[in-house]
Nanobody, 118 residues
Framework: QVQLVESGGGLVQAGGSLRLSCAAS????????MDWYRQAPGKQREFVAS?????STSYADSVKVRFTVSREKNTGYLQMRTLKPEDTAVYYC??????????????WGQGTQVTVSS
C-alpha cells in the first residue's frame, strides 16, 4: 500500500510564495510520475503540474513561470511564487507507479489548503 502525505499549505498574501511537499511511502518499487491538482470551492479539480521519473515537467497555462515542480526520490515539491487570489484552493498530489509486489498503484494525498489574500 502506498500513502501520500502533503504539507506546506497555508495563508499567504498575494505576491507571496509557498512550497508544498508530497511524501510518498509504502511498498514503492518505482514511482513513475507525480502530479499536482487543485480544487477551488465550487469548481472541479484541475491539473496544475506534473513531473515524470525522468524529470520531464508540464504545467497548466495558469501557473507556468510562477510554479515549479520538482522531485527528490519519493518526495515531490511544488514551489509556488507570485501567488494570486485565484490560486486559492485545496492542492492534491497524485502519484503513480509500481509496488514491490509488481502491482500498479495510483495514490492521492489528503490535500492541503492554500489561501491567498488580496
Amino acid at each position: 500500500q502506498v500513502q501520500l502525505v502533503e504539507s506546506g499549505g497555508g495563508l499567504v498574501q498575494a505576491g507571496g510564495s509557498l512550497r508544498l511537499s508530497c511524501a510518498a511511502s509504502g511498498n514503492i518499487w518505482r514511482l513513475n510520475a507525480m502530479d499536482w491538482y487543485r480544487q477551488a470551492p465550487g469548481k472541479q479539480r484541475e491539473f496544475v503540474a506534473s513531473i515524470t521519473s525522468r524529470g520531464s515537467t508540464s504545467y497548466a497555462d495558469s501557473v507556468k513561470v510562477r510554479f515549479t515542480v520538482s522531485r527528490e526520490k519519493n518526495t515531490g515539491y511544488l514551489q509556488m511564487r507570485t501567488l494570486k487570489p485565484e490560486d486559492t484552493a485545496v492542492y492534491y498530489c497524485n502519484a503513480r507507479g509500481t509496488t514491490t509486489l509488481i502491482e500498479d498503484f495510483d495514490a492521492w494525498g489528503q490535500g492541503t489548503q492554500v489561501t491567498v489574500s488580496s
